[in-house]
């Protein structure tokens, strides 16, 4: 009986303590950002990037899936790596720096294996922030037609 009150306890604490989290799928774009070790030097113009997309988000952080865990040679988790990310919301494009904090490979097929990558927010413009919490505190437009085309059912 006791076990199960601390049960309860530790999953009320647990849902007030973690931030809500939003399922939504959109395009993203990850590029590295600046080498800790090149001080203040600025990034080229044309650093490589890679498309993936989200897969939820929250107030401290984003999950998204891209093809591969390595852009060129560095890997996006770990090494306090920096990466700029660019997200398409209804009420605009936000662009935000993330920590890659941990990944899951999630494919059955080293040639078909995507990556599930959670990366926490360490950088975003008051502007966009604004625009980013407006919508994670929208509620999601439920879908009652059929095949998202807006035909009712019945």
């Given at each position: 009986?006791i076990?199960?009150?601390?049960s309860?306890?530790?999953?009320?604490?647990?849902?007030?303590?973690?931030?809500?989290?939003r399922?939504?799928?959109?395009?993203?774009?990850?590029?590295?950002g600046?080498?800790?070790?090149?001080?203040?030097?600025l990034?080229p113009?044309?650093?490589?990037?890679?498309r993936?997309?989200?897969?939820?988000?929250?107030s401290?952080?984003?999950?998204?899936?891209v093809?591969?865990?390595r852009?060129?040679?560095?890997?996006?988790v770990g090494?306090?790596?920096?990466?700029?990310?660019?997200?398409?919301?209804?009420?605009?494009?936000?662009?935000?720096?993330?920590?890659?904090?941990?990944?899951n490979?999630?494919?059955?097929?080293?040639?078909?294996?995507?990556?599930?990558?959670?990366?926490?927010i360490?950088k975003?413009s008051?502007?966009d922030?604004?625009?980013?919490?407006?919508?994670?505190n929208?509620?999601?437009?439920?879908?009652?037609?059929?095949l998202?085309?807006?035909?009712?059912?019945?």
């Amino acid at each position: 009986m006791i076990r199960e009150w601390a049960s309860k306890f530790r999953r009320s604490v647990n849902k007030r303590t973690v931030p809500k989290r939003r399922e939504f799928e959109t395009s993203i774009i990850i590029s590295l950002g600046p080498d800790r070790n090149t001080g203040s030097l600025l990034t080229p113009k044309n650093t490589p990037s890679i498309r993936g997309e989200t897969r939820d988000l929250s107030s401290t952080g984003i999950g998204f899936v891209v093809s591969s865990i390595r852009l060129n040679e560095s890997y996006l988790v770990g090494e306090g790596r920096v990466l700029n990310a660019e997200l398409n919301l209804p009420g605009g494009k936000i662009k935000m720096d993330l920590m890659g904090q941990r990944y899951n490979q999630i494919g059955q097929h080293v040639s078909a294996s995507q990556y599930l990558v959670g990366a926490k927010i360490i950088k975003i413009s008051d502007t966009d922030r604004e625009v980013y919490n407006e919508f994670l505190n929208t509620k999601p437009q439920k879908n009652t037609g059929s095949l998202k085309l807006g035909i009712d059912e019945g």
